[in-house]
């Protein structure tokens, strides 16, 4: 009889998207939460030409880079394109998406089958925890540029660059 644990297994690989402009603690609990699921974690900065961000793409992926290096098995990139062409040119089966409330399912929902009939990927959706579940990085950016304390809501770098990037505004 063969002992099939010391085989190689494919790793499992998913992606997690979005902005992240800036990342919050709600992006920061779902990629967490995704890194103890599977073996390596793709956050991907989608470049949307047509926003304009407060942060620099490039500063968006240091962030990332800082505020995930605890966690080991993340990779963070941009892409520019459909999510599933991203999935396909590095064979990611999995995208994995937070959801905050009701409204968020209805939509991604739409892009879950969307996503699966043009390329087969398949979506999980993780429950936010209940902590998060009103936040949003827009929210952020605009209780941090009228003042507010927002830093329960990013981590702590996040909070210094935030900081830095209003005073400069």
């Given at each position: 009889m063969t002992d099939r644990r010391n085989e190689e297994r494919p790793l499992r690989r998913a992606v997690c998207p979005g902005s992240?402009?800036?990342?919050?603690?709600?992006?920061?609990?779902i990629i967490g939460r995704a890194s103890k699921l599977y073996d390596t974690v793709h956050v991907v900065v989608m470049i949307n030409n047509s926003k304009k961000g407060l942060f620099s793409l490039e500063e968006r992926i240091a962030l990332i880079e800082e505020v995930t290096a605890e966690f080991g098995n993340v990779?963070?990139?941009?892409?520019h394109g459909l999510l599933v062409d991203y999935?396909?040119?590095?064979?990611?089966?999995?995208i994995v998406k937070g959801l905050r409330a009701v409204s968020d399912f209805d939509y991604e929902l739409q892009m879950a089958q969307m996503n699966n009939g043009l390329s087969g990927v398949e979506t999980l959706?993780?429950?936010?925890?209940?902590?998060?579940?009103?936040?949003s990085s827009s929210l952020v950016k605009e209780v941090a540029a009228w003042g507010g304390d927002v830093s329960h809501l990013v981590p702590a770098p996040v909070l210094r660059e935030l900081r830095g990037k209003l005073m400069r505004d």
């Open positions: 992240f402009d800036p990342i919050t603690c709600g992006h920061l609990d990779v963070v990139e941009s892409f999935c396909k040119e590095r064979d990611i089966p999995a959706f993780i429950p936010t925890n209940p902590t998060y579940s009103f936040l």
